[in-house]
T-cell receptor, first 112, second 113 residues
Framework: KQEVTQIPAALSVPEGENLVLNCSFT??????LQWFRQDPGKGLTSLLL?????REQTSGRLNASLDKSSGRSTLYIAASQPGDSATYLC???????????FGGGTRVLVKP | DAGITQSPRYKITETGRQVTLMCHQT?????MFWYRQDLGHGLRLIYY???????DKGEVPDGYVVSRSKTENFPLTLESATRSQTSVYFC????????????FGQGTRLTVV
């Protein structure tokens, strides 16, 4: 059974500092890995998707890496802003139509 | 509007009543999912569907029923609501292919009193 872990559960940084969010998974046979953002009381917004054959994916200030062999992904957010405050979740499916297994999320607070 | 929409956004119902949460997507995605999100439990899969008329149970299906007569719709019914089903419910959809993202609706906050 796939287990996805995100440590730390919460993180507080001053504005301008780079954010490093970690995601680990126990079964390396993943189809892809997706990072989401969730604001309080809102739905999940997709940030980045890394296919199993990729090592890295970038979108603006966001960069996600994937190391399947070690069961890890890292989301980097450069030059954090207060608007980056949210909960960040990672999720992996085992196959095309399989359910996404989610980590517990990392709650981020960026202080002005 | 393009995307995935859920209705209602908020619902209060009484114990024992039947409630249906609606989910509609405009992309013709094959796969659709229902999750519930609770403090301390994270996101848990209730049911999913690979195509019209194909559904399967997830981790926490008891007390829920789904149907998918059309590709774009995936309603979730609570047959006899219980207080333990108070939660935020999210619908999601995804197409085929490794590069296809999953997209989530805004959620339905359900309170069973």
């Amino acid at each position: 059974k796939q287990e996805v872990t995100q440590i730390p559960a919460a993180l507080s940084v001053p504005e301008g500092e780079n954010l490093v969010l970690n995601c680990s998974f126990t079964d390396s046979a993943i189809y892809n890995l997706q990072w989401f953002r969730q604001d309080p009381g809102k739905g999940l917004t997709s940030l980045l998707l890394i296919q199993s054959s990729q090592r890295e994916q970038t979108s603006g200030r966001l960069n996600a890496s994937l190391d399947k062999s070690s069961g890890r992904s890292t989301l980097y957010i450069a030059a954090s802003q207060p608007g980056d405050s949210a909960t960040y979740l990672c999720a992996v499916p085992k196959a095309a139509g399989n359910k996404l297994t989610f980590g517990g999320g990392t709650r981020v607070l960026v202080k002005p | 509007d393009a995307g995935i929409t859920q209705s209602p956004r908020y619902k209060i119902t009484e114990t024992g009543r039947q409630v249906t949460l609606m989910c509609h997507q405009t992309w013709s995605h094959s796969y659709m999912f229902w999750y519930r999100q609770d403090l301390g439990h994270g996101l848990r899969l209730i049911y999913y569907s690979a195509a019209a008329d194909i559904t399967d149970k997830g981790e926490v299906p008891d007390g829920y029923v789904v149907s998918r007569s059309k590709t774009e719709n995936f309603p979730l019914t609570l047959e006899s609501a219980t207080r333990s089903q108070t939660s935020v419910y999210f619908c999601a959809s995804r197409g085929t292919g490794g590069g296809t993202e999953a997209f989530f609706g805004q959620g339905t906050r359900l309170t069973v009193v």
